[in-house]
């Protein structure tokens, strides 16, 4: 596996370090939340405040449901209508992450599905891939975030 | 046989690590925009800050390559300022030359800011040296875009007729319209490249799984349904499938990507100054896995008759992978697809 | 306020095109603008006969216009354009910016020319830049609306006739590829000319079976009828000059009745666009002068 020069993005390892051991939407929103103004910016996703976000892992059978309020991403326990639903397997979300696979390129071969208000699901796309994981490394290393095994990259390293 | 003239490779960076991944892998220059509509990729969450625009144009210049910045989209009378405001920013962020499609926009610019260079955007729809010439002798521009809609040939006799620097697509998501020349976005939507900044965008957008099976709406108009597996692309109204006379089909183009990478000595030979990848909505995996095919091929060619040129199986193998429908064209290079 | 009558779009065989401009030279239009924008294909007539054309309409008291293709390509496309730039009798609208470098250019450039809908000018910057080349009308881009033409205008430094696509399908794009051929799986070089066989086009719809656009050789127009009639108080009162009627397959000189009628005060604009509707080929719209998606139709306010 080609590993890039940057650090795994801080939800997703939360997300994949403690699948076992947590409720997935309360790892998935704490690791959102550490991230939040530390490496992803509230002002461009402002947009996302109040909406219904629904991330499946199709191939764990998970269903997320969480949304961004004021004070951060919270978990949302009701089954009402997303306004947005993402779907991909465990292993597509992870190489996304990596930035090994260009979401686009997962989109035309429907291994990532995207349901409802397309802008959102762009934003966070987009948003994403603006996090500049290079200059965050040492910047990200002072918070000690958990990354599983096998995924920590040497610095510098392409 | 003399080597053929440097070759630049243009391509396109909608974030930071976009950017800097494209200059890692080689890239000539980059192009980008502001976080507006002044350019024609005014997504959400995509291009640039004033933060991420100095960072960005300092890691270029750091490693000797150059900064475009797209200027592309026509002002109205109510948000001029803004164009000319951002003409002004890319002055002051030191860029090595704004992409303009506006011929007011153009005379600004010439006026405010002699020294800054200026390249005809492909919106601009000039398709003959005629018409390229007119900007050159009345605004100076020193490259020009073209649309992808001229033969090899017909390139060839732009080249011969003009002194602007000529730039031309090499790869990505293929426009089929003449671009500057198309209103069906704004049609269905209200919004159009020309004016916003973007072609069906995204909030307009509405991807739905439905018995019959995913179906991707603009407004409300349906645009195609996608069976179960079956491959889908952009939500781009020229790329549905539609009724023509009880046929249903890819009516006006599929999804499918434009790649010129046979044609690139061709291209060298007729004096192609620039091949402009698209894709500035793509991710930096995208401009990772493209730059670096690009490079190598331009390279290649650049390296003159000792080395003669092949397309390589692994680079199409590469290029096809991120291809809209995983499939790609020649497109007008090819006239039996017109 | 004058009428005009756009370029035909279509590919008309040659008896049907000159029946239909002999019809003209008897029909209340002030303006007529001739020749082929769409494809250099299309050839029942040539540049000669539209002169001739452009003879007859001129002693029938309309003042002429040659129009000028939008997507020139070739040295024989660049040739056309030269003949018609300096045919030497008629005012020529330039629809690309090689048509503006000919027109502005050399030993006596034109000083009354017609800047064309396809040249994107879409502020008073550009367009007082194009007065100074000498363009004295602008024929505004159909996706503008009425707030933005009525901006723009207030902005010009120069005296410059307005003139507004009022009716007909709307021309949305061009391309490289013909869309006709392509339906008939013909290349372009090879098509058979079968865009003979479609006066209005051939319509498109999508996978639910709604009209939505219109092939047209090269050119993509919508498949509803962009039509201003019922909206003639609010033309009339943004000092808009010419009104531009595009050509359609059938009943075009009752369309222009409805128009002069309306524009006379003889008849309400709202009766007007009740009459016109069975004359149209398709539902009308109107969306984007009320600044909406062109598709819709809003009622006048």
């Not at chain 1, 948003?127 to 599983?148: H, I, N």
């Not at chain 2, 243009?10 to 800097?20: D, H």
């Not at chain 2, 000539?28 to 625009?53: E, H, I, P, Q």
């Not at chain 2, 002002?75 to 405001?85: A, E, I, M, V």
Request: charged share 20%; net charge negative.
């Amino acid at each position: 596996m080609k590993i890039p020069a940057f650090t795994l993005p801080a939800p997703l390892a939360r997300l994949g370090a403690h699948l076992p051991q947590l409720p997935p939407t309360l790892a998935l929103v704490g690791g959102l939340n550490l991230a939040l103004d530390r490496v992803l910016p509230r002002d461009t996703l402002e947009p996302l405040t109040g909406k219904r976000l629904l991330l499946k892992v199709t191939d764990a059978g998970m269903a997320l449901r969480f949304t961004l309020t004021p004070r951060g991403f919270r978990p949302l326990f009701d089954g009402r209508a997303p306004d947005l639903t993402i779907s991909a397997t465990t292993r597509d979300y992870l190489a996304l992450a990596l930035r090994e696979e260009d979401p686009d390129t997962l989109f035309f071969s429907r291994r990532l599905l995207m349901e409802g208000e397309t802008d959102l699901g762009l934003l966070v796309k987009n948003t994403l891939d603006a996090v500049d994981w290079d200059s965050l490394g040492t910047q990200l290393a002072r918070f000690r975030l958990p990354l599983p095994t096998g995924l920590h990259t040497p610095a510098g390293g392409h | 046989m003399t080597s053929p003239r440097p070759i630049e490779l243009v391509c396109p960076a909608g974030s930071l690590p976009a950017l800097k991944t494209a200059i890692d892998h080689g890239a000539d220059c980059v192009y980008l925009g502001f976080k507006d509509a002044t350019n024609a990729r005014n997504f959400s969450g995509l291009n640039f800050d004033d933060k991420a625009m100095a960072e960005g144009v300092r890691y270029a210049h750091d490693r000797g390559r150059k900064v475009l910045l797209t200027l592309n989209t026509y002002p109205q009378t109510d948000n001029w300022q803004r164009w000319t405001g951002a003409v002004d920013r890319a002055a002051a962020f030191g860029i090595d030359a704004v992409i303009l499609a506006d011929p007011g926009l153009m005379a600004y610019a010439r006026k405010a800011h002699p020294g800054l260079r200026l390249h005809l955007s492909v919106q601009g729809s000039a398709t003959s040296y005629d018409a390229i010439n007119f900007y050159h002798e009345h605004f100076g521009i020193s490259r020009a875009v073209l649309p992808r809609v001229l033969s090899l040939a017909q390139v060839e006799q732009v080249i011969a007729n003009t002194p602007v620097e000529i730039e031309v697509f090499g790869f990505g998501g293929l426009c089929v319209m003449v671009e500057g020349r198309c209103a069906l976005s704004a049609y269905a939507t209200g919004e159009s490249p020309n004016c916003d900044g973007a072609c069906s965008p995204g909030k307009h957008v509405r991807w739905e799984q439905t018995p019959k099976g995913m179906e991707t709406r603009l407004n409300g108009i349906l645009i195609d349904r996608f069976a179960d597996g079956e491959r889908a692309g952009y939500p781009t109204l020229c790329k549905g499938r539609f009724e023509v006379n009880d046929e249903t089909y890819y009516a006006i183009e599929e999804p499918t990507s434009l790649n010129t990478l046979e044609l690139l000595p061709e291209l060298a030979r007729i004096g192609v100054r620039a091949i402009k990848i698209e894709g500035r909505q793509r991710s930096p995996a995208y401009v990772s896995q493209v730059t670096q095919v690009w490079r190598a091929a331009i390279d290649r060619v650049l390296a003159g008759p000792a080395e003669p040129f092949r397309v390589e199986p692994a680079w199409m193998a590469e290029l096809n992978k991120v291809s809209e429908g995983q499939s790609h064209t020649l497109g007008a290079y090819y006239r039996p697809w017109k | 306020m004058k009428i005009a009558l756009g370029p035909l779009l279509y590919y008309w065989p040659r008896q049907s095109t000159l029946a239909f401009y002999a019809d003209m030279a008897d029909a209340p239009v002030d303006v007529v603008y001739l020749g082929e924008t769409v494809c250099s294909r299309r050839h029942e007539l040539r540049l000669p006969d539209w002169l001739e054309v452009a003879e007859i309409l001129t002693a029938a008291g309309k003042e002429v216009v040659l129009s000028s293709q939008v997507l020139v390509e070739s040295e024989s496309d660049l040739k056309t354009l030269r003949r018609i730039v300096s045919n030497g009798n008629f005012r020529v609208e330039a629809n690309d910016m090689g048509a503006v470098r000919l027109l502005s250019s050399g030993d006596a450039p034109a000083r009354n020319w017609i800047a064309g809908p396809t040249l994107n000018i879409f502020n008073p910057t550009t367009l007082d830049l194009f007065a100074d080349l000498g363009a004295t009308r602008w024929v505004a881009p159909p996706e503008m609306s009425r707030a933005q033409i009525a901006a723009l205008r207030d902005g010009l430094g120069h005296d410059m006739e307005v003139e507004i696509f009022a009716h007909g399908r709307l021309p949305l794009a061009y391309s490289a590829r013909c869309f006709t051929a392509r339906h008939y799986n013909l290349q372009k070089d090879t098509c058979e000319f079968r865009c003979l066989e479609f006066a209005d086009g051939i319509p498109l719809k999508t996978r639910e079976g709604a009209p939505f656009l219109t092939l047209n050789g090269i050119q993509t127009q919508s498949a509803q009828v962009h039509t201003l009639l019922g909206d003639l108080p609010a033309v009339c009162a943004e000092g808009v000059d010419l009104l531009r009627v595009s050509p359609q397959g059938a009943h075009t000189p009752e369309i222009l009745q409805l128009f002069r009628q309306a524009l006379d005060g003889l008849i309400p604009p709202a009766d007007a666009l009740h009459e016109a509707l069975p004359l149209l080929p398709a539902e009308p719209c109107n969306g984007f002068w009320h600044g909406r998606p062109g598709v819709e139709q809003r009622v006048p306010s």
